[in-house]
């Protein structure tokens, strides 16, 4: 799959957590933990769990930064 966005980082899924409607898939790239919270449905249809090789994907209007 090719797409316009630039920031992709390659990662590796460490953990799932389900709610009702949405989850928490927390995907460890380089050592650090990069969380995203999208539906169940968008989990099981990707067929996620933990282990499986990601790419996280960040699409953003704004990046902001604080020091």
Known sequence: M???????????????VRGSVNGEVI?????QSVTSSITL???ERLALKVGDAVVVIVK???VMIGK
């Open 60 to 62: 953003a209007t704004d």
């Open 2 to 16: 090719e797409i316009s966005a630039r920031n992709q980082l390659q990662g590796q899924v460490k953990q799932i």
């Open 41 to 43: 449905a968008s989990i």
């Open 27 to 31: 995907v460890d790239v380089g050592g």
